[in-house]
């Protein structure tokens, strides 16, 4: 059996096998709200038999969000609307389902990417960015709002409503995001992060409202289910957040109860200089796997089986995530199945689809016709 289709288990949560659809901002939300839209896109993925499916990034508040369009667990209606798209998926599907809980920050109030990605004012369904400090992501930009201590316990809540939310709504995983120039991200990022009080300065108060955001969350959260987190485990910016800070903040993550870590890298600056190429951010999911004695998920350009296999058969990761190849095909795990020599569960009403040259893919195959 290939490792990349075995089981692996998170507290109670066991995952068929080892792949991830990832995380996948859709923009396409109303009001916060999921749509059919997010129904037909995440439908395609629940039959198609990969170890987790996870939600796209989540705000935890309305201007939490990335764009106008961003999907939202805020409210009633927020919520309301992800329950029919729980009850699609679970009706057809009995794959594992996570969500990403984050909040936008500064990186807000965003036109959608097809619509240009600009900083949107009010008159164009904007609104004005909160940050830990008042340094805008572009510095042709008006400075987001920088938080006052004062506002940090409401803001920390929310983040527990949203996971009371989820709990409600029968996930069964959470992923914080503190990645890709978000909200948490921007406090731990010395780049973001300028502030002079218990919240800024040195790492361990850059570090502090992320791990009270966890500790918080993972409080509120059921203590069968797991709990992780996605960082940038650099900014690819001299001077920014690195890898030995990922690191110590793991290190910490990993004494209050996270279940994993989504190692991915970069976007808190425009003078990011990323080194593209297959697999470039698994070496980072590689050294904090060395260095932390906790689960990791491994992401950045992994787009084959094989390549898939070996990062999990030599030990560089626990799970690989996958999200551009997923779109481009929602049976990648079938067809790594087919390539690897493994076996997938799929609908009944699709076993014909099985390939005369594979067939032994699909398990408990059983078609008659008259």
Known sequence: MPRLFTPFSLRQLTLRNRVVVSPMCQYSAVNGCAT?????????????????????????????????????????????????????????????????????????????????????????????????????QLEHEPPPRALEPRELPALRQRFVDAVLRA??????????????????HQFLSPIANRRADDYGGSLANRMRFPLEVFEAARAAWPQHKPMGVRISATDWVDGGWDLEQSIAFVRELHTRGCDWIDVSSGGVSPQ??????????????????????IPVIAV??????????????EGQADLVALARAMLYDPRWVWHAAAKLGATVQAPSQYWRSQPREHPK?????TFGAR
């Open 272 to 293: 990011q200089q990323i080194k593209l190429g297959p697999g470039y951010q698994v070496p980072f999911a590689a050294a904090i796997k060395s260095a932390v004695p």
């Open 361 to 365: 893919l699909f398990e408990g195959v």
């Open 300 to 313: 950045g350009l992994i787009t084959e089986p094989e390549q898939a296999e070996a990062i999990v058969a």
């Open 167 to 184: 709990d409600r709504l029968g996930f069964d995983s959470i992923e914080l995001h503190a990645a890709h120039g978000y909200l948490l």
């Open 36 to 136: 059919d839209w997010h129904r037909a896109h995440l439908g395609q993925f629940a039959i198609g038999d990969a170890g987790l499916l996870m939600l796209e990034a989540t705000a935890v508040e309305a201007i939490g969000r990335i764009t106008p369009g961003c999907l939202g667990l805020y409210d009633d209606a927020t919520e309301q609307a992800l329950a029919g798209v729980m009850r699609m998926l679970r009706s057809v599907s009995g794959i594992p389902i996570g969500i990403q809980l984050g909040h936008a920050g500064r990186k807000g109030s965003s036109a959608r990417p097809w619509e240009g990605g600009a900083l949107l004012d009010a008159q164009h369904g904007g609104w004005r960015p909160i940050a830990p400090s008042a340094v805008p």
